[in-house]
Each structure stands twice: as C-alpha cells, then as structure tokens.
C-alpha cells in the first residue's frame, strides 16, 4: 500500500494531447492519488468531452470560442463550469481546488499559465519546455515569490532526480541525452530532401507533431539545453548533449570528483508525468519494469551539430541572454508551422531561425509584455524570410 498524504486537486493545460493524455492515464492508475479539477483543450470537442465525462472536473476550458460554444452545449446541465479564450489557461492554472498545475500546452502560449501557476503558489508540472525558453527570467523571478516547479520533460525530471539530495556547489555538469531522433548519422545532403512524413517517424518516443520535429532538427535538444539552464542554475558551458539512441538513460550529472549519476527507463513519458505529480513520493509503476538485460547494450556517441545546426543556434541564443532565446522560440514555432505545411522544407527551418537571431537586437527580459513584443517581432521577421528560404 502506497501512503499518500492527501489526494491531490489537479489542472491539465492541454489534456486532449500527447501529454495530456497520458497525464490522465496517470491518474487512472491512482485515483486515491489525484482528483482532476480543471481540463483545457484548444479546439478538440470531442476527446475533451469524453475525458471530462470519465474525470468530472470543475472547470472546462477551450481556447476556441467556437469549440467552447459546443461544449457548453454538450455539457449542459451537468453544472460544470465551462470557459473559453487564452484566459482560460490561466483560469484553469489559478483554480482554487488545485494544488498542482500540468502545464502541457504546445508553444509559448504556455509561458502565462506557467506565471500564472506560480503567481498563485501552486506546483507546476512543467511539459511546455517553451514557458522556460521564451520567458525563463520571469519563471524564476516568479518562483522566488511562491510556487514550485517540478520538470515533466523525460531529461529534465532524471536530472532533477539525480540532484535530489545533492548542493548545487557540487555539480560539474549536466548532460543531456539525445536520441538524435529519425535523420540520425545523416549527412546535410540526405537532409535536404527529407519528407514532412519521414520527420514525423520518431524511433523512440511518440509525441506531439511540433515536439517530434524539433527532435528531427534537434532543435528540441536545443530548447532543453536553455531550459536546464534556467531550471538548474547551470552555465552554458557546463551543459553538454550526448547522443544515445535508445533514449533509455534519460540524462546524467557529473559531480565535481567525476562521478555520474543518471536515471533510466523505459522511453515512455508516464513515468516522468508521474513523478513531478508525485514528488517526493514515489508511486507504483505506470508501466512495465525496465528489464537491463533484455535492453542488451546501450550507446553513447558524439551529437554532430555541424550536420543539425540547431542545437548551436540554441546555445547562441541561451549565451546572448535576454529576450534572443524568445525569439529563437518564437521564429522556430514558425518555422516547424511552415516545414508541416509544406511552404518551407526541412533545412529551411534553422535558416529561417538563423536569420530571424541575426536581426534581433539585444534587449532584457524584464516583463511579459516585452517578451511577447520580442515574440511578435520575431514571427513577422521569420514569416518574411519564409519566401526566401521556400
Ligand atoms: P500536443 O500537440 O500533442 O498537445 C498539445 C496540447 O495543447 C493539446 O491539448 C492542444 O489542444 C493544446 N494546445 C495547442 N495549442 C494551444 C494553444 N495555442 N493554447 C492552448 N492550448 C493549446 O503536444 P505534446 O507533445 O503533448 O507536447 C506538449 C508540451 O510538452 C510541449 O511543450 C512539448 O515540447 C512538451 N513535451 C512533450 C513530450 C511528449 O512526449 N509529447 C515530451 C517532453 C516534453
Ligand atoms: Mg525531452
């Protein structure tokens, strides 16, 4: 029998997705556990109905208004209270009958909802790594009045692991695994032709659409690195990507007398979602066991970022600080639109990303309202340089 303090009350941001949907999974495992409070989809009616049938919460978003019309239709009667627009992110991140807040939103629609999460003392659940990309100043400033912030993403929640127990003096460096995702070994050539469907085919893990072709640029890996910056208070240069194609060790840290630690499983997300819901308990499995010698060998090897130039345009972003890692986001967003598309092709994205840094002018991250100015530069400069890269 697993003790469990207090079940605790839930927020989903963007429960009809990938992580979403596998959040809810979670809490079909240990509904002693958890007890979902607030649900919110973009559009999708139909799967945000059936969850919020099977899960009752309170609070319903979408952030269509159309979609919201539908629901509030479909729901009627049953007195739960259904909200529409960007606003009912933050709705649903304040909820007063939840304790922690998934933050699973694609993009940097997430960063508001994640201040909002923190500004009212709950704990974040944080999936949208973008929220720390696009706005990772604000996120620690907010973090220091109230809140707590646990990772969801697979690399940062097996960092946090490993530094559980351990002072940050400590730590030499972070690095972060990457699979190196479907076009890995590929040269530039073989990259220039690739298909919308071919970088959809992720070998390991099963996502989003915008997350697995960050994966194939490696600008995923990119977002990561930014993202273990702000969360772990790590300097750049301390902060290294190893390629290991089975995904299994999820990341390591390397303590100052040279030894590691590192966390493995299974590539399968229910298992970090379970526990930034968790922490510091530990609840039973959300799948089956990781077997070591039936996973034979594991490797490690170089991640080639001349091939995926990305990952550089990541670390460039993340040294130059300020509102540049905003724009590296915002233009990227962009530019994976475009790839999906079809308007640009695939080593069309880190040019359009490339560009749009090139014109950015050095400015602080000090408030929202300048990050989602930086943003909206960033996308008008990134869809005029989709002529030229199309
Ligand atoms: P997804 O596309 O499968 O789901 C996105 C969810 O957000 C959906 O519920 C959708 O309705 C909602 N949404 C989309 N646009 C929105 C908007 N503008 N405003 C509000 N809601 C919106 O994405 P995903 O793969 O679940 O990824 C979610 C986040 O988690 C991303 O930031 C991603 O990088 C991160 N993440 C995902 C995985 C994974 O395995 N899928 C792993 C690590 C991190
Ligand atoms: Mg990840």
Same mark, same amino acid.
């Given at each position: 029998?697993?003790?469990?303090?207090?079940?605790?009350?839930?927020?989903?941001?963007?429960?009809?997705?990938?992580?979403?949907?596998?959040?809810?999974?979670?809490?079909?495992?240990?509904?002693?556990?958890?007890?979902? !409070?607030?649900?919110?989809?973009?559009?999708?009616?139909?799967?945000?109905?059936?969850?919020?049938?099977?899960?009752?919460?309170?609070?319903?978003?979408?952030?269509?208004?159309?979609?919201?019309?539908? !629901?509030?239709?479909?729901?009627?009667? $049953?007195?739960?209270?259904?909200?529409?627009?960007?606003?009912?992110?933050?709705? %649903? =991140?304040?909820?007063?009958?939840?304790?922690?807040?998934?933050?699973?939103?694609?993009?940097?629609?997430?960063? *508001? *909802?994640?201040? =909002? %999460?923190?500004?009212?003392?709950?704990?974040?659940?944080?999936?949208?790594?973008?929220? !720390?990309?696009?706005?990772?100043?604000?996120?620690?400033?907010?973090?220091?009045?109230?809140?707590?912030?646990?990772?969801?993403?697979?690399?940062?929640?097996?960092?946090?692991?490993?530094?559980?127990?351990?002072?940050?003096?400590?730590?030499?460096? +972070?690095?972060?695994?990457?699979?190196?995702?479907?076009?890995?070994?590929?040269?530039?050539?073989?990259?220039?032709?690739?298909?919308?469907?071919?970088? $959809?085919?992720?070998?390991?893990?099963?996502?989003?659409?915008?997350?697995?072709?960050?994966?194939?640029?490696?600008?995923?890996?990119?977002?990561?690195?930014?993202?273990?910056?702000?969360?772990?208070?790590?300097?750049?240069?301390?902060?290294?990507?190893?390629?290991?194609?089975?995904?299994?060790?999820?990341?390591?840290?390397?303590?100052?007398?040279?030894?590691?630690?590192?966390?493995?499983?299974?590539?399968?997300?229910?298992?970090?979602?379970?526990?930034?819901?968790?922490? *510091?308990?530990?609840?039973?499995?959300?799948?089956?066991?990781?077997?070591?010698?039936?996973?034979?060998?594991?490797?490690?090897?170089? +991640?080639?970022?001349?091939?995926?130039?990305?990952?550089?345009?990541?670390?460039?972003? #993340?040294?130059?600080?300020?509102?540049?890692?905003?724009?590296?986001?915002?233009?990227?967003?962009?530019?994976?639109? %475009?790839?999906?598309?079809?308007?640009?092709?695939?080593? #069309?994205?880190?040019?359009?990303?490339?560009?749009?840094?090139?014109?950015?002018? *050095?400015?602080?991250?000090?408030?929202?309202? =300048?990050?989602?100015?930086?943003?909206?530069?960033?996308?008008?400069? %990134?869809?005029?340089?989709?002529?030229?890269?199309?």
């Amino acid at each position: 029998m697993i003790e469990v303090e207090n079940s605790r009350g839930l927020s989903i941001l963007g429960s009809t997705g990938s992580i979403g949907t596998q959040a809810l999974e979670v809490v079909s495992l240990h509904p002693e556990c958890l007890q979902v !409070m607030a649900l919110t989809a973009n559009r999708n009616v139909d799967l945000l109905e059936e969850q919020v049938r099977k899960y009752q919460p309170q609070f319903v978003g979408l952030v269509s208004v159309e979609a919201a019309v539908e !629901m509030k239709r479909r729901l009627a009667g $049953l007195g739960i209270q259904v909200a529409e627009g960007p606003d009912c992110l933050l709705e %649903a =991140a304040v909820h007063p009958s939840s304790q922690v807040v998934l933050n699973a939103v694609v993009g940097s629609a997430g960063l *508001p *909802p994640s201040l =909002a %999460a923190l500004g009212a003392g709950k704990r974040l659940a944080l999936a949208n790594k973008e929220s !720390m990309v696009a706005g990772g100043e604000l996120v620690l400033k907010a973090l220091e009045q109230g809140g707590e912030l646990i990772p969801v993403d697979s690399e940062h929640g097996a960092i946090f692991h490993c530094l559980r127990g351990e002072e940050k003096s400590v730590v030499e460096k +972070v690095i972060l695994t990457a699979s190196g995702g479907p076009f890995y070994g590929r040269s530039r050539k073989e990259l220039s032709g690739v298909t919308v469907e071919q970088a $959809l085919a992720h070998p390991t893990w099963s996502m989003g659409r915008k997350i697995t072709i960050d994966s194939a640029t490696l600008m995923n890996k990119g977002l990561e690195v930014i993202e273990a910056h702000y969360l772990f208070g790590v300097a750049y240069e301390r902060i290294e990507v190893v390629a290991h194609p089975q995904s299994v060790v999820h990341s390591l840290v390397e303590f100052k007398d040279g030894s590691m630690s590192a966390q493995l499983s299974l590539p399968d997300m229910r298992l970090p979602i379970a526990l930034a819901l968790s922490y *510091p308990e530990r609840w039973g499995p959300p799948f089956k066991k990781t077997d070591l010698a039936s996973l034979g060998s594991l490797d490690f090897g170089k +991640v080639d970022s001349d091939t995926f130039r990305c990952l550089e345009l990541a670390y460039r972003a #993340g040294k130059e600080g300020g509102l540049a890692t905003a724009v590296l986001n915002a233009a990227n967003e962009v530019a994976v639109a %475009a790839f999906l598309e079809g308007s640009i092709d695939f080593l #069309g994205i880190e040019r359009v990303v490339e560009i749009t840094l090139d014109r950015y002018e *050095p400015q602080p991250m000090d408030s929202l309202q =300048a990050v989602m100015r930086a943003e909206e530069w960033a996308r008008s400069t %990134a869809e005029d340089s989709l002529r030229k890269v199309g």
